[in-house]
């Protein structure tokens, strides 16, 4: 990223390249830990659209159920886009669809104990992972003041 802000330096010095290295930067960081994190999600047989799908029931807390469109809305995802994860998942035992007791109509998706096992291992291998790459970069306090920064900037745009 710097060879980059040097390189518009040299050509267009009126430009202001620090908002260009730092999105450059959160990127770079966001597609390399994707990555690796994906690679854990593998180990236990899912992507990273399949894990959203079985975090999101198992950060709803027991009894990890949801209706479909609470879980379409919370991942930002079209009814049609949460069908295919939902299908896998199911198939492999992960998840179950059944009729919502309180409206006819409706469906609950719940994790099965399998998809609850797998999750928490998923989300264990995943966090170790982000863990060793930041602890290997910064302090603690350098970590809690990156993740404060973050979420100013973030909060601009949200």
């Known amino acids: 990223m710097d060879a980059i802000a040097r390189q518009w330096n040299a050509v267009r010095p009126d430009l202001d390249t620090v908002p260009m290295t730092a999105y450059g930067r959160i990127y770079r960081i966001s597609r390399a830990m994707g990555d690796r994190v994906e690679k854990e999600y593998r180990e236990y047989g899912i992507n990273r659209g399949e894990f959203d799908v079985l975090a999101t029931l198992r950060r709803s807390g027991d009894p990890y159920t949801l209706s479909p469109s609470r879980l379409s809305a919370t991942l930002m995802l079209t009814t049609g886009g949460m069908t295919g994860r939902l299908d896998r998942l199911e198939r492999a035992g992960?998840?179950?669809?059944?009729?919502?007791?309180?409206?006819?109509?409706?469906?609950?998706?719940?994790l099965t104990e399998r998809g609850l096992g797998l999750v928490d291992e998923a989300v264990t291998a995943g966090v170790r992972v982000?863990?060793?790459?930041?602890?290997?970069a910064l302090t603690p306090a350098e970590a809690d003041e990156l993740n404060a920064l973050l979420r100013k900037v973030l909060s601009a745009h949200e």
Do not use: K, Y
Request: proline letters at 8%; glycine letters at 8%.
């Open 130 to 136: 982000q863990s060793a790459v930041l602890g290997s």
């Open 94 to 110: 992960l998840l179950t669809r059944n009729p919502d007791p309180h409206d006819r109509r409706g469906l609950r998706i719940t």
